[in-house]
C-alpha cells in the first residue's frame, strides 16, 4: 500500500536550534517527494523535491532534505530556525505515473523564543 | 508573483444542500486538481483534471461530486448533496504541465462546514 508517516505529531524547537523532521514513504514504483509547508490561513507552498539524481536536495528558505531509499526516508532538515518557520510540514510522495499526491499527516513545528 | 485563488473561504451550508466550490489557478497552467483535509486528517487527494476532462479521480469523488471549468479562468468543485462527513477544507491546485514532477501550487484552501 502506498502510504506517507510522519512520526511527530508536533515538534517544539528554540529559536536558532537545528531542526530534523522526518517522513518515511511507502511506494511502489520509484517515488517524487516533496515537502510543503502551510502557515495559519494560508495554502500549501513547495520547500522543495526530489525526483532523481543528488540525494541532497536544497529548497526554499534555507531547507534541505535527503533521499535515502534503503531507509525509505526523506527527512527535512534546517540548521537553524526562525520564529517565521513555526508552520505545519507536509511529506508528500507521488509517482511517474500518476499525478496524485500521498500526502503524510503533517508536522506542528512550534518555536520557542 | 500569479497564485492559485479560492472562494470562498469558509462556506457553511445545510446537510443535503448543494455547494459550489470556486478556484482560479495559475493562468498558463494545464493541470488541475482538488484536494481535501478533513480536520485533524491527512490531505486527501480527490480529482486531476486536464484537457477538459477528469484525468485521475479517488475513491472519495463518487457521483456527489463532479468538477468543471466553465470558462478559461475558473475550476469548480461541486458537491450535490452534502453529507456532514463533506465538512472539511478543500484545496485546489494547479501544476504548469503534465509530468508528475511538476510542482503542484496551492490555493488557500475553502473550509466547508455541513450541518
Known amino acids: 500500500a502506498q502510504s506517507v508517516t510522519q512520526p511527530d505529531i508536533h515538534i517544539t524547537v528554540s529559536e536558532g536550534a537545528s531542526l530534523e523532521l522526518r517522513c518515511n514513504y511507502s511506494?511502489?514504483?520509484?517515488?517524487?517527494l516533496f515537502w510543503y509547508v502551510q502557515s495559519p490561513g494560508q495554502g500549501l507552498q513547495l520547500l522543495l523535491k526530489?525526483?532523481?539524481?543528488d540525494t541532497l536536495v536544497q529548497g526554499i528558505k534555507g531547507f534541505e532534505a535527503e533521499f535515502k531509499r534503503s531507509q525509505s526516508s526523506f527527512n527535512l532538515r534546517k540548521p537553524s530556525v526562525h520564529w517565521s518557520d513555526a508552520a505545519e510540514y507536509f511529506c508528500?510522495?507521488?509517482?511517474?505515473?500518476?499525478?496524485?499526491?500521498?500526502w503524510g499527516a503533517g508536522t506542528k513545528l512550534i518555536i520557542k523564543p | 508573483e500569479p497564485e492559485v485563488t479560492q472562494t470562498p473561504s469558509h462556506q457553511v451550508t445545510q446537510m443535503g444542500q448543494e455547494v459550489i466550490l470556486r478556484c482560479v489557478p495559475i493562468?498558463?497552467?494545464?493541470?488541475f486538481y482538488w484536494y481535501r483535509q478533513i480536520l485533524g486528517q491527512k490531505v486527501e487527494f480527490l480529482v486531476s483534471?486536464?484537457?477538459?476532462?477528469?484525468?485521475?479521480k479517488s475513491e472519495i469523488f463518487d457521483d456527489q461530486f463532479s468538477v468543471e471549468r466553465p470558462d478559461g479562468s475558473n475550476f469548480t468543485l461541486k458537491i450535490r448533496s452534502t453529507k456532514l462527513e463533506d465538512s472539511a477544507m478543500y484545496f485546489c491546485?494547479?501544476?504548469?504541465?503534465?509530468?508528475?514532477?511538476?510542482?503542484?501550487?496551492f490555493g488557500p484552501g475553502t473550509r466547508l462546514t455541513v450541518l
Open positions: 511506494y511502489g514504483a520509484t517515488p517524487y
Open positions: 491546485a494547479s501544476s504548469p504541465l503534465a509530468e508528475a514532477y511538476n510542482e503542484q501550487f
Open positions: 483534471f486536464y484537457n477538459n476532462e477528469i484525468s485521475e
Open positions: 508528500a510522495v507521488g509517482g511517474a505515473s500518476n499525478y496524485q499526491l500521498i
Open positions: 526530489y525526483f532523481s539524481g
Open positions: 493562468s498558463n497552467h494545464l493541470y
